[in-house]
């Protein structure tokens, strides 16, 4: 439990760091950002970039068109910068656009009737750890293309609900901003996900046992 | 199961693994994005807000954002500092298809991926001809007149006119690597680079300074200030196999619509930038390399479009067509080898064989055969049937089965010298092959010469530390010392 609530925490902390790297600075940059200024809008593309790509590739897999939505959501950003009021952090706001980025492909992708998008070999490989020998490396790669397909079965809202809160170790009422929807709606939707994966991990399972049977 | 074995399940099984993926961003894969945002950002306001991909292929608009690209590499500090403007270079892929061996074009791209266990021959103008393994990809733009190469991962053989103007050079993690007109590998396939250079002279610069390779040697960055080496069999048989492989086809270029190939595809992805590949059919291939053995002019007759998935890709099969007899004679013998019925799956594939010779389903019929008479210790009846097979196989699923099964046939028959040669040139021809520590163990075990011996060992033990000839190999290697 202990070591698990510090993954946690590492993880999301991980997340939060990356995207406010020298947070304060971020409203100057913002603010010369919407005067036009590219230079700066760039900036803040390089500081949020890692937690922008990370939650991107936990919410949509990796995927041929995951840097496409990245490239999205920035271009999205810089042109709803008007409307930015600093209300909220910046950070915040760039991941409600990731957020609904993601959302409006995983739903396409579904009313298309094309959940399981093939994942793209390379990307998958720099998701596995460096440095370690084929074998492991092919392993690991093929055990994260299993957790993405898991994933790809899942309703959208379930998906996203399931990052924020399950991997990322997002607190419920963090989440629920981030996705516009209520505290406990979102707790649902965790519970839903999980116990979505559980059955469809129980169906591989007696699948494997039965091949194994028969074979 | 209880909910909290469910839970456990999932944290294992799910949520763990995604904790562990490493999530972050190179620079090359940083710059390229910012491409995409820049020229998104400066696309007209008329465009439609969304669908994706609006902004791209306009190439002026490009070249304006790939200065956004350096601007980035320069501020997150990247080792390899570009001081101008690179401008994008398309990568001409090629593929040899149909029984005629036609040749075709591809759609030209910035950018060539490729997935595990699959090979990709590209031109870049007139003076590079590349070859590349997956898992990988290679990009390629011009900066200062000289083509350059940023090799992402997966193994990269390329060819060098040094009488063609300008220069080449290959940017892989940690090194760059300058071309003098040459026949050289760079390899990034596990996140560390070595190269090699067969023919010619290299330049490799990395952070401690530069290096100069001259053929026949190899070399990694990590080895410091270690004297180069031999390059290991393997890569030269890959270097071989690269070398006399036929030059690109000209004339115009056919687009393969991705959809034609099937789902899941494949075999070799072309994607001109991240964008493009979502906006108009990515034109995806099989690259037919011919074997080492082939002359260049002669690319080996493949069967005929569409293309099919790679044997290594395990992908489901295509879907069903009428059944011929051949074929439920093929099910027939598949059901008496599941049940055991060893004799009678060899009766029903020999009559396959005899009475549809012509059949596709032939060649699996005859592997099938050796394989059983191998398994019963009759390695000259399972020799006999592989004699019947054409090599490469007319199905292409078979072509890296029935080349580990000659091999194993040799081995068998106690024929080490044919056994080395097969062995060494199925390394070349199959580099991600499933069984290549199986093939790497043996052909090491097999190689009495400690000289010959010492870099299979060593490569044995670097890319399976844990395999089942480890221990073996790492004794051997002592006893092999100089």
Known sequence: ???????????????????????????????????????????????????????????????????????????????????????????????RISINVAFEHLRRRRRSNDRNQPLDDIELDRLVAAGASPEVRAADREELARVFRQLAALKPKLRIAFVLVAIEGMPLAEAAELVGAERDAVKQRVLNARRALSERLARLDRAAARAGGGG | MTERDDRDDVDERVIAPLRRARLEVDD???????????????????????????LLGVASVCALAAAAAVAVIAMRGAAQRTAHVPRPVELAPYVYVGPGAESARLSPAARLSVPVGAKLRASAGTAVRLTLVGPGAVAASTVDGATELVLEGGLLLVDFDHNADGKLRVRAPGAVVTAVGTLFAVDASDGRTRVAVMRGVIDVDVAAGRRRLVGASAWAPGDGEAGAGPIPPVLAAALVEHDVSPSPPVGDYVVVDERSLGDPPLVARVASGSRVARNRPAARAVDQAPPLTAPPEAPVPVPAPPLTRAPEMNAPAPPPTPVSEAEALYVAAEAQMRAGANEQARATLRELVARH????????????????????????????????????????????????????????????????????????????SPHDAEVLAQLAAITDDCDRARPLLDEYLRRYPTGSFAAQATQRQRQCRP
């Open chain 2, 28 to 54: 090359i894969h940083a710059a390229r994005m910012a491409v995409g945002i820049e020229a998104g950002l400066d696309a007209p306001a008329a465009a439609p807000a969304r669908p994706p991909g609006r």
């Open chain 2, 357 to 432: 010779g012509g059949d596709p389903r032939s060649e699996a019929a005859l592997l099938d055969l050796a394989r059983l008479s191998l398994a019963v210790g009759a390695a000259a009846d399972a020799r006999r049937f592989l004699a019947r097979m054409p090599d490469p196989t007319r199905d292409r699923a078979l072509v890296e089965p029935a080349r580990h099964l000659r091999c194993r046939v040799h081995v068998a028959a106690g024929d080490m010298a044919a056994a080395a040669t097969c062995l060494r040139s199925f390394r070349g021809q199959h580099p991600s």
């Open chain 1, 1 to 95: 439990m202990g070591s698990g609530a510090v993954t946690v925490a590492r993880v999301h902390n991980a997340v939060r760091d990356a995207a406010a790297i020298g947070g304060g600075d971020d409203v100057a940059l913002v603010a010369a950002a919407r005067a036009g200024d590219r230079r700066s809008f760039r900036e803040l593309y390089l500081r949020h970039l890692d937690a922008v790509y990370g939650r991107m590739t936990r919410l949509v897999g990796p995927v041929a068109e995951r840097d496409d939505l990245v490239q999205q959501v920035f271009i999205d950003v810089y042109q709803a910068l008007p409307r930015f009021r600093g209300d909220a952090r910046f950070s915040t706001f760039v991941h």
